[in-house]
């Protein structure tokens, strides 16, 4: 009977611990991060003209295809950083899938992509960009454009 007593105490001096951490208060859930911030690209191109033309501001259309490798390196690179997304707010941006709409990319004379393609809220164009582009130079077009597009 002694024996019976005594392995139950071990037994309970082994659980002690398990039972004290699991009656402690839960920690808060860490915070989420917030999304990164992400260029509000419109889908159609036409609907982008209104609109630019609707705000008074400039168009920044990107020239773009599935099977581009340069494009979707500026998909996850180039487009996602913080000084692109920043600077894309002064525009009306527009992702122009050019196997879906070849004629908007014939248009400005694409002959292969990537293009980005800078326009005046009347449609008329201010400057391209061809090839891939970090976001460095990518910055520094769009403020050389959107300089231009407030000159009449």
Known sequence: M?????????????????????SAPAK???????????IAWRSSFATA???ARRLNKPIMV????????PCRAMDERTYPQTAVVRESRKWVPVKVDIDK?????ARYGL??????????ADGTVISK???YADAARL????QAAYAKSRRK
């Open 62 to 69: 990107d020239l773009w295809a599935t099977w581009c490798s």
């Open 101 to 105: 709409q070849p004629e908007i990319a």
């Open 49 to 51: 003209l209104q609109e």
């Open 139 to 142: 910055v520094k077009q769009m």
């Open 2 to 22: 002694k024996i019976k007593s005594v392995s139950w105490r071990v037994a309970a001096y082994a659980l002690l611990p398990a039972i004290i951490v699991l």
């Open 129 to 131: 960009l061809t090839d």
């Open 28 to 38: 808060p859930a860490p915070k989420a991060k917030a999304p990164p911030p992400a």
């Open 111 to 120: 002959k292969m992509p990537p293009m980005v393609v800078f326009l005046r």
